[in-house]
């Protein structure tokens, strides 16, 4: 925690992050979230102090938890979600105008849970719906990628939902995701993949495909 976090936490202590424990902390958060307005919060053109750590996780399944306890309303996951940044160095923070704290996300921040296709071909557009209410369309500026998932053998998708924060396709999603896969050519490659926003997504090889259906 920096020297200007403490000062300021000090001479403001109804809005202290120093003790993270203390709900007094989180509710200090949730009001200078809920000052950063509805929606996505402009944490880009945010730089304010580091503030140190919260014990607040993301868990795989996109369950939110504070101090070890599930935050089990959706309109307080939803403020947080629209204050989350993930900077370079690969953490993941709540941003304010003054002040970040970092939290952990064990896979993706954010989980797609419904899609939507429209069109065909290169028009077609999958849209997808994030469990705190986010809507994307995959294509250029939230692009889909496909990680191979080595502990099972299979495959784990995702997309950009804004800055640096993607979605992870929640597996009934993916099932329906790859039905809309085809051969493409890729690079003089055969590869199994979909289509959105007039851009091409390898899933894999067009060969794996063929040996893992066999």
């Not at 160095?89 to 429209?118: H, K, Q």
């Not at 495959?155 to 640096?164: A, D, E, I, M």
């Not at 929640?170 to 329906?176: D, F, G, K, L, Q």
């Not at 085809?182 to 289509?195: L, N, S, T, Y």
Request: aromatic share 6%.
């Amino acid at each position: 925690m920096t020297d200007d976090c403490g000062h300021r936490e000090q001479s403001l202590s109804e809005q202290s992050l120093t003790g993270a424990a203390e709900a007094r902390g989180l509710e200090a958060l949730i009001s200078r979230a809920a000052r950063a307005g509805r929606g996505p919060a402009p944490v880009e053109r945010w730089n304010p102090d580091f503030c140190g750590d919260l014990d607040m996780e993301i868990k795989a399944d996109g369950t939110w938890f504070y101090l070890g306890t599930p935050i089990g309303r959706m309109p307080l996951v939803q403020l947080f979600s629209s204050v989350l940044r993930k900077d370079t160095d690969g953490r993941t923070y709540l941003v304010t105008p003054v002040e970040r704290v970092g939290i952990r996300v064990a896979d993706a921040p954010f989980i797609a849970v419904e899609m939507n296709v429209s069109g065909t071909g290169d028009e077609r557009v999958i849209t997808f719906r994030t469990n705190v209410g986010d809507v994307v369309a995959a294509g250029p500026g939230h692009p889909l990628r496909f990680v191979d998932e080595e502990e099972t053998g299979g495959l784990k998708p995702y997309v950009l939902v804004r800055g640096r924060l993607e979605a992870l396709v929640a597996r009934p999603v993916m099932y329906e995701l790859v039905e809309h896969g085809e051969e493409i050519d890729v690079d003089g490659k055969a590869m199994f993949a979909v289509r959105s926003g007039g851009e091409v997504y390898p899933i894999m090889p067009a060969e794996k495909l063929e040996r893992l259906s066999a």
